[in-house]
């Protein structure tokens, strides 16, 4: 219980990172470790106590493993990070380059 | 920036990189080809592939990289790799289902086993590895313009 | 052509876009005329994939296609029943009169294959949310399809383009991690992700909990991709600063696939609908149509305008879907199929008018029908459309919501619901009069009329608009609109239905 807390706690560390920073880059770093907050979380949903890894080998008889599918479905989740990071600096570094500031109470043209 | 740190860092560092990077870059292939044995596959052996190009390129600069691997070159395989894996899938539709694994399964923990998924793991592995480069290359070279537009002013 | 036919044409609508993108990011740098031509060939073969599928469900019912034989609650499923083939006919139908506009206005842009590789990565994204049987599958293809338009909101990578699409990117993806924490609640509760098999499972044991804080999870990440009030303020800065065949895709499309049709396959197919979620539904939807319509009625700004009117639309869909009676869900639909079409025609006016003149503040225009009759009329007959004028197709649609609502006894609703169409009207007036009626300015006087091609597109929009009632006629009506209903009158059938077409 107290790792489905911690997790829960680095989710909204990342989130509170997301609303409150002005820093564009700390922005992004927020989204990472929320991102990565998530992910944690679906790994630890299919641990079970004193389960092993689930990969198929030939010494070992398969029995106890813990759920194979959220550790692949996790790996496509962090591949979809990955693009989204790499926009997401892409675009920052672009900003940067037009705005000469990574401040965004300074980057306000819009006001949606 | 100064010209001296296009060309790269010490001499320490180069003859480190051109020590290891051919083995970072035989490790990735390893891992690669192994997906279906053993943990690894497409994507992490595609990203180790994909650092030995990065490593080369802090040790030496953006030009001995790009020269052993120009840009074309990556969105080329970039777009190979994933043409290939939609190809494979596509092959399915002759055994009747998309995506369906039409080779012989062969025997288990063998390299040549598994039917297609060493295939696709190749081609994950080529999508991967060129875009993980191709993302770092767009992202460098996107700050150097800056940079001397910046020295222009 | 039979079952098995019919079952192939499934995964085309994935493979068609996707075989498209991937060659265009090879070939199109070296051979100029591929990208368009690829584009279009795409598209149009998505179309008439889904004109097929039409056939299809007609004739065999409910279909799923197990992807690589591994049978459903294994593999992953593809289904095709009424309401994936109502929103693939619709997002295909847009996706090829976008690509044909812009064959000729993504001209003055550089590299074009690099715009269209992103529009085919996000056509087929969107395909792919409505086809998938699997949430886990719908979580990735809406991650395909969010990723390309982030990337094509900043296209123009000036710096309300760049703002806008930054703004965009972290709400968009903050939303769509809390869709992957609703995912994986879902997962841990159900151990499954078919979404059949995830009903059938939730409709059986102590799940109200576990239903409940889903739901708003849920409600929020997918309130976030279909703009709904308290989750709009990305839109209006998002879809203006798009290109203008992205802003008619964004605001067609988009926020519809990624937004309403999840919404309205989760709580009405697999949770099951109850009164609470539809009536928050209905108060999100009505209160979105209230504030969207005036916010937009002060705005100079032609495409900011249009955006905050999708957002004004986007809440009679709600309002409509939400109610649950069959003509409340026909109405919604139906509207969602017409603000399809006039939105996106009414994007592309709009884009046609910055391609010749530059500028999209209302104020600097003025009388440019008489140098763009085309534009002009097509921009007459989706203004009139929007507005609910009666022999257009968005006549229909409000006044089967309208009446629907009123039905239901629901009167306050209704209220809100013809004054925010008479705000409609009055805010489509000012447009026509600043815009194109009245005294031709005199530094618009060179301008020639639109090239060919976007003339074609905006033409064949415009004839939809008029002849769009005709989908309610009993016979066209049983084929299309009705086999969409029944799917979400009778959610609960859901997973009965699809476990049984898995053979």
Redesign the interface.
Known sequence: MSLYLLCLSLFLIGLYCVLRKRNIIKIIVGIIICEYAVNLFFVLVAYKIGGRSPIHSPEQAIENMVDALPQAVVLTSIVIGLATTALLIGIAMRIYQKYGTFDITKIRELNG | MSREHDKGMSVIVKTITRLTVGLIFLYGIHILSHGHV??GGG?AGGIIVALSFVHLMLAYGKDVALEKLPR?VT??F???G??IF?SI??I??TS??????FLAKGE??RLFSAGIIPLCNIAIGLKVGAG?FA?FV??VL??F??ESKENKK | MTQTTALNIIPLFVVIPLTGSFLISILGRRFKALPDLLGFFATLGSLLAAIAAVWAINSYGTLVYSVGAWKAPIGIAMVLDGLSVFMLVVVNLIASAVCVFSINYMEHYTSKWKFYTLFLLMVAGMNGVVITGDIFNLFVFLEIASVASYALVAFGTEKHELEAAFKYAVMGTVASLFILLGIVFLYSFTSTLNMADMASVLAGGKSANIILMVSVLFLMGFGFKSALVPFHAWLPDAHPSAPAPISAMLSGVLIKSLGIYALIRIFYNIFGITAEISSILMFLGALSMVIGVFLAIGQWDLKRLLAYHSISQIGYVILGLGLGTPLGILGGLFHLFNHSVFKSLLFLNSGAIEYETGTRQLKEMGGLIHKMPVTGTTNLIASMAIAGIPPFNGFFSKLIIIIAVVQAQRYGYAFWAVLASVLTLASFLKVMKYAFFGELKKKWEKIQGVPAFMKISMISLAIICVIGGVLIIPTAREMFLDRAVDVISNGSNYASVVLKAIM
């Open positions: 053993s943990p994507f074309g969105s080329l970039e777009g190979m994933a043409i939609l899938a596509l399915g539709f009747g289902y998309f995506f369906i694994n288990p923990f993980l993302i767009a992202l996107l700050k313009d800056t």
